[in-house]
């Protein structure tokens, strides 16, 4: 592996008694279609909002880009060059679909002629083209899945992490965010999706991450993953073990 | 200063910091259970002051007797201010919290004004009562009976608080304010628990009123003052909290009591204030806050 | 694709520009069809409302916190300039100044503990801090406490704005001051921090996520806000020619600044305005309807007024101008 975009180094955080993650350990390449799976309760969120600074690990530490990043916050995380989206869709509301990605932009823009020149750009990348002066509280749901992901692109991050954003829409609809997660990685951003399917994510991942009751189970290519009995087992239980 | 003063001063500092505790209390009580600060709490403890001053000159009942009578009567207004103004701001999509802030003062400047329109803003006060001009001593320490008075009634009125959590509806209360959406699974009608919370929150400043017309000036603004020593109990003890606000307000009776008699009587809101923000430099969520 | 959302952004933009223009050049000729003294004095306060409320606007309506202490930053930039100019004859136009920093500050020093609150807390703890100072103020000797000031008048002049007949050309004055906010809130909303403001009000994690730094943002809306509020102070004291606690630093006059903004519509450019051109009438007129002859009827007039208009209208007056809010009205309902 190249020199990794992402270290992960013994990774552990507990909430009262309840061991969210236990010492993880991974890295991930740059450019790498990452899928962080595994069922519900397996420590994923917690994984995920550590990597994005928005909690503390009680132990271990994270490199990006060979700087150590834990502990530093959410803020500090997106400035180096991580965005993400959220779980449970948050878009600003009170502002349009342009005003949204606009934020986003400001991050390296000063003046708003070229915030809006560069999220203009996002914006038709991630397909909302038509709809930029609609209040980001009218999209559907999709489309709002979209609209997080232009904001966190305005950014211009090197590592863009997604939470279940493949999670909850049609098939069609599926097909769609698969394509723009593929045109992402074609612009070199490195990308770490969260799914609790992981039918979805096969397709689309390099390598998957599966972890089980706070613990990483398994690492490796999507082909060795669906063969492995402990995955089988984690996810559909002890009956669909051949 | 001779240490009988002192104690003397500070007894009734916790006195009157039980009667906060009960205002403070009510407030709580409806915060806690939807998340809505009523900023017409002070006017309706002015409502209940005035109610009784009505009710002594055209009955002569005393205003002891009175409590019942004036909760009852609280009771209802708090369900109607619920349902006629409250409700309608729940389903409201866009600035719900800065609608419930401002249609609650826009109640209370309303209640301010009609009780200017009906009764002048002269101070007026109940002379005659059954408690009024006692006072008990023990050993040294003199102490107003009314105050004595409303001490032992703020008690019974957190023992009421505590029990109420017993009962069904007291169970019904607290699973709605932990979940607004999933009661209704459970067969919760909220709107039903969210008027009734309502109610006893209002009924609780309706008893505090009831008991500080025996002994306190009576006129349209006198609930400002005592409004603005509730917030501060109430986020001094913590949101939501009953218990807080009874600590909190023990706390805050105390302090007021000893920096009027230590420092200045005119500045003995400022000790409160500096109390509160202390405190909340260090927990900012009061003592006993959750939310 | 991207030139049109330009198009439609700056569009927007240039319009509210050339209609701020329009309506800055009907009010300065207002006076020429207004004779009456008296509605032209409901005007000139009028205006100061609108100014005061789209100050409250920049910290409670762009950036959400809910601040009811804001006439701390009215009372301090009223004491300032009126302390400098019957204490040490400097003129309002440098008292301006100072007070506009002196209540920028206090916001700021007032904001580094009280951010660290949030919701609730941090409504009850800006409502503390502002009744505190006014119980201090009302105390002190040194700015003679609970009597007041009084500014003598001794003779015309536009460097100590003071006017015989002060009506006509505090027209003007508060006119330029609330053109000024205007002014400021539109930058603001086409400016970088405009967008982090909103971006705080509207979604915390989601503005941290896009590396805003929550604490400074609102620290620096607390900053503008208060400092326009402040310099709304000292033209107040300037106008009316005598200030006490009770005027300049009361729980009521926070409420009052921060009304015309949620009536009219806050986080928008016009709500102000509209608020104060309803609310300031409609109390002013009602107390000289009614006051003197039915004490308390004004204030119920005013208090069943914000109630129906709160409910009403929770997006604000705005709303009846906007066809998009309209629609989204009618999605809501």
Redesign the interface.
């Known amino acids: 592996m190249a020199e990794p975009l992402l270290a992960i180094r013994g990774i552990s955080k507990s909430f009262g008694s309840v061991a969210a993650n236990v010492d993880i350990s991974f890295e991930v390449a740059p450019g790498e279609i990452l899928g962080l799976i595994g069922p519900n309760g397996a420590g994923k969120s917690s994984l995920f909002n550590i990597i994005a600074g928005s909690i503390v690990p009680d132990r271990g530490e994270i490199l990006f880009a060979g700087r150590r990043i834990s502990g530093i916050g959410a803020v500090a995380c997106a400035r180096l060059g991580i965005g993400r989206t959220f779980q449970v869709v948050r878009s600003f509301d009170s502002m349009t679909v342009l005003e949204n990605v606009m934020v986003g932009a400001f991050l390296h823009a000063r003046r708003s002629a070229a915030a809006m020149r560069a999220a203009g750009e996002v914006i038709a990348f991630c397909g909302l083209a038509g709809r930029q002066d609609v209040p980001a509280h009218r999209l559907s749901p999709p489309d709002k899945r979209r609209l997080e992901i232009a904001r966190a692109l305005a950014t211009r991050p090197r590592l863009l992490l997604l939470d279940e954003m493949l999670t909850g829409l049609t098939p069609t609809e599926a097909r769609e965010g698969m394509q723009l997660v593929r045109d992402l990685r074609a612009q070199g951003i490195t990308i770490i999706m969260v799914e609790h399917v992981m039918e979805v994510l096969l397709p689309l991942i390099d390598r998957a991450i599966v972890l089980d009751l706070g613990r990483k189970l398994l690492e490796g290519r999507p082909a060795e993953i669906v063969r492995h009995p402990d995955v089988i087992r984690a996810y559909l239980g002890d009956r669909y073990v051949a | 200063m001779s240490a009988t003063l002192i104690a003397q001063v500070a007894i009734g500092g916790l006195l009157m910091g039980l009667v906060y505790a009960v205002v403070a209390a009510g407030l709580s009580l409806i915060?806690g259970l939807m998340d809505v600060?009523n900023f017409a709490h002070g006017a309706l403890l002015m409502v209940a002051m005035y109610a009784t001053l009505l009710i002594h000159r055209a009955t002569g009942i005393d205003p002891l007797l009175q409590l019942p009578l004036v909760a009852a009567l609280l009771f209802g207004a708090g369900v109607a201010i619920y349902r006629g103004?409250i409700a309608?701001?729940l389903s409201?999509?866009?600035?719900?919290?800065?609608?419930q802030?401002?249609?609650t003062?826009?109640?209370?400047?309303?209640?301010?004004?009609?009780?200017?329109?009906?009764f002048?803003?002269d101070f007026q006060s109940i002379n005659t009562s059954l408690l009024g001009g006692h006072s008990l001593a023990f050993g040294a320490i003199v102490l107003p009976l009314p105050l004595v008075a409303s001490g032992i009634v703020a008690l019974f009125v957190f023992l009421g608080l505590a029990l109420l959590s017993r009962t069904e509806f007291g169970q019904a209360l607290e699973a709605t304010r932990e979940d607004h959406e999933a009661v209704a699974l459970i067969g919760i009608d909220r709107d039903r628990v969210f008027g009734i919370g309502w109610g006893i929150g209002t009924a609780s400043v309706g008893i505090a009123g009831v008991m500080l017309a025996n002994f306190y000036y009576i006129a349209?603004d006198v609930g400002?003052n005592f409004a603005?020593i509730a917030?501060?109990t109430?986020?001094l003890g913590g949101?939501g909290s009953i218990f807080g606000a009874l600590v909190a307000g023990l706390m805050i009776g105390l302090v007021e009591a000893l920096t009027a008699l230590f420092i200045?009587p005119?500045?003995k809101?400022?000790g409160i204030?500096m109390i509160?923000?202390a405190v909340?430099?260090i927990r900012?969520?009061?003592l006993f806050g959750q939310i | 694709m991207a030139g049109a959302a330009r198009g439609t952004l700056t569009m927007r933009r240039r319009r509210e520009i050339l209609l701020g223009a329009a309506i800055l050049v009907f009010l300065a000729l207002l006076p020429l069809g207004v004779g009456n003294v008296y509605l032209r004095g409901l005007i000139v306060l009028t205006l100061l409302y609108a100014g005061l409320a789209q100050a409250w606007n920049i910290l409670g309506g762009y950036c959400g916190q809910i601040s009811l202490g804001h006439a701390l930053y009215f009372g301090i930039g009223a004491y300032t300039s009126t302390l400098l100019l019957t204490r040490l004859g400097v003129s309002p136009l440098f008292g301006m100044f100072a007070g506009g920093v002196l209540s920028g500050g206090a916001a700021f020093l007032v904001g580094l503990p009280c951010f660290r609150l949030s919701g609730h807390y941090y409504v009850i703890a800006t409502l503390v801090i502002g009744m505190m100072v006014a119980l201090l103020a009302a105390n002190w000797d040194f700015i003679n406490a609970a009597q007041g000031i009084t500014i003598p008048f001794h003779q015309e002049s536009w460097t100590d704005l003071a006017f015989r007949t002060a009506i006509l050309p505090f027209h003007y004055v508060m006119l330029a001051y609330a053109a000024l906010i205007w002014l400021i809130a539109w930058l603001i909303e086409g400016s970088r921090w405009g967008f982090f403001w909103r971006a705080v009000k509207d979604d915390v994690a989601a503005a941290r996520s896009l590396g805003i730094s929550i604490y400074p943002s609102k620290l620096a809306a607390a900053a503008i806000s208060g400092a326009a509020t402040g310099i709304g102070g000292v033209l107040y004291a300037h106008y009316i020619g005598f200030i006490d606690p009770d005027s300049t630093l009361d729980l009521s006059l926070s409420v009052l600044i921060a009304l015309p903004a949620v009536v009219g519509g806050i986080g928008t450019l016009w709500g102000p305005l509209l608020g104060a051109a309803v609310l300031i009438p409609v109390q002013q007129l009602s107390v000289a309807w009614l006051g003197s002859a039915a004490g308390g009827i004004d204030l119920m007039v005013y208090g069943a007024l914000i109630m129906a208009l709160a409910l009403a209208r929770p997006e604000g007056l705005v709303s009846f101008f906007q066809g998009r809010a309209r629609e989204e009205a009618a999605d809501h309902g």
Request: zero cysteines.
């Open positions: 915060f600060v103004l309608r701001t409201v999509r866009v600035n719900a919290g800065m609608v802030i401002f249609v003062f826009g109640l209370s400047i309303f209640l301010v004004g009609a009780a200017e329109f009906l002048g803003s349209p400002t603005l917030y501060v109430v986020a949101f200045d005119a500045l809101q400022i204030f509160y923000l909340l430099m900012p969520r009061g």
